[in-house]
Structures are given as C-alpha cells and as structure tokens.
C-alpha cells in the first residue's frame, strides 16, 4: 500500500496591494450607468464560493437573486474547489473581467502523492498508485528549483479550455484526446515553509493561466510516486483576498441573498480606480 504523503502548496500574489474594504465602505456613493450601485444592482461582488458548487451555479444564483441577465466571473474554480470566486454583475461591471482577469492568484492546496487520476484532482478515477518512499529537505528544494520561474505548461485535458468552441472536457468524456500547445506561465516563488512526515508547505507566486492541478501532477512526476490535487482554496485573486468575500452559502438562503450583496458590493467606479492603481504601480 502506498503511503500517502499531502503537500500544501500556498500560491501568493502579486498583482496589487490595495485595500478593497475601503473602496466597500463607498459603495453606494459611486453612479453605475447613471444609477446608484444599490439601486440598479450592478457591482462587483467577491465572493467564497463553497466545496461542492460550480462557478456557473453561483452566476446563476446572482442573476436570480439581483434580477440581471448579465452577470459573469473572472475565473472558474472547479466543484470540489473552494475561495475567492470574483462576480460581475451588468454589463458594465462584466466589461472589466478581461483586466481583473490578468492578475495573478492565490491558492492554498493539497497534494496527495501516490496517487494519480485521470483528472489530475479528486473527482477523477484512480488510474495508478506508487510506493512514495522517503521525501528528504534536499528531494523538495531540488524540485522547488525546477520548477520556479518561466516554463511552458500544457493544459489538462479535463479543462473548460476552448477547443473548436467546445470545452476540453467534452472530447476526454468522450474519449476524444486533444492536446493543446503548451503556454507559458511564470512561478514568480516556490519556497518550502516546513516538511514532517505528511505534508510539505510551500509558498508559491504565479501568473494567471496556471494549472494548480496540472503543477500537483508535475511535481509528483519529478518526485517518482506521482500525485493528484485533493483539495485548493483560491484566497486571492487579482487585489481581491478572501477575508474580503461574502460567505457564498449564504447567498442559497433567500430571505438574506440580496442584502448580503448590497453589503458586498463594489461599484464599477471603484474598481477601476483599483485597476489604475495597480497599472500605475507596474
């Protein structure tokens, strides 16, 4: 049987150090499209999507509950994935997704080594398991080195990336393989924080684009034994972090959804003075 060993892997990011509470507090005193926040419900809405929804359950869950056909996000976390999960509500506010898009993230994640799945993540099947063997300080810190700065990265297969206007993950449920060309992503920082018996922690910096499922399953390959991503939180994305979003279950309750939207909302205006200044700062 093989032992299991998790490595926590805590992706850092650099994108802008701006304080969005402040910007929160104001959130009514800014016009949107000629209408107060408050009163027209655009905004944009950071929210801690919880375990077991999908990115497009929670749009469908703003739009019901703010009555706006026009709402979208600036990444999507898979089901099983948890955090910061960013909703743009009108179409002003889902004009800005491109640019709130190209900051970099955050995760906190667990990989499990030994085991591999076709998913590179829990919800896939188990297609192999190897022994682990003893992980040493000198085994981490070579494979840190490797895999810090710019490389190139192929998408998983199991991925929403386009294919011919369809998602990747149609064709591998299909048992269609279609391999897409490696992109080039950056690991800005990939520092070891602690190593004990069953766990490894790192502090990781990267851009956006990169695959936290497809760096698990790379990093087990150096390592010998293999791995799969077994659970990641998104504490930050771009100049939003996770102490800053509203609880997401919460928003399933009918009789507190829209109120803790208005209490969450960020005016466009805002926003966009958060991506001045993080323009200015680069």
Do not use: W
């Not at 949107?32 to 359950?57: D, H, I, N, T, Y």
């Not at 810090?148 to 929403?160: D, K, L, R, V």
């Not at 009789?255 to 991506?275: M, Q, Y």
């Amino acid at each position: 049987m093989a032992r299991e060993i998790r490595v926590i892997l805590v992706v850092m990011t650099t994108f802008a150090s701006d304080n969005t509470q402040d910007l929160q507090q104001g959130k009514s005193s800014h016009p949107v499209s000629g209408k107060s926040a408050a009163s027209s419900g655009e905004g944009v809405f950071p929210v801690c999507k919880p375990e077991g929804v999908s990115s497009f359950r929670m749009v469908q869950l703003v739009r019901r509950i703010l009555g706006i056909k026009k709402v979208g996000h600036t990444g999507t976390l898979d089901p099983f994935a948890s955090g910061v999960l960013i909703l743009c509500a009108g179409r002003p506010a889902t004009r800005l997704i491109p640019r709130l898009m190209a900051g970099d993230k955050e995760y906190e994640a667990t990989l499990q080594l030994g085991v591999i799945t076709e998913t590179q993540d829990p919800e896939g099947r188990v297609v192999e398991t190897r022994p682990v063997g003893d992980i040493s300080q000198r085994d981490i810190a070579e494979c840190l080195v490797h895999f810090t700065g710019e490389q190139m990265q192929t998408p998983p297969a199991y991925s929403a990336l386009k294919h011919l206007g369809k998602p990747l993950y149609h064709y591998a449920r299909k048992g269609i393989k279609v391999i897409k060309e490696p992109r080039l992503i950056i690991i800005k920082e990939l520092q070891c924080l602690g190593l004990d018996r069953e766990t490894v922690r790192l502090k990781v910096t990267c851009t956006k684009g990169t695959y936290i499922r497809t760096l698990a399953a790379d990093i087990g390959e150096f390592l010998g034994c293999g791995a799969h991503l077994s659970k990641l939180q998104r504490t930050r994305n771009g100049f939003f972090s996770l102490a800053e979003t509203l609880p997401g279950e919460e928003l399933f309750t009918g009789e507190t959804g829209r109120s803790l939207l208005d209490s969450h909302r960020i005016t466009v205006e805002a926003v966009k003075e958060l991506l001045a200044g993080s323009s200015d700062n680069n």
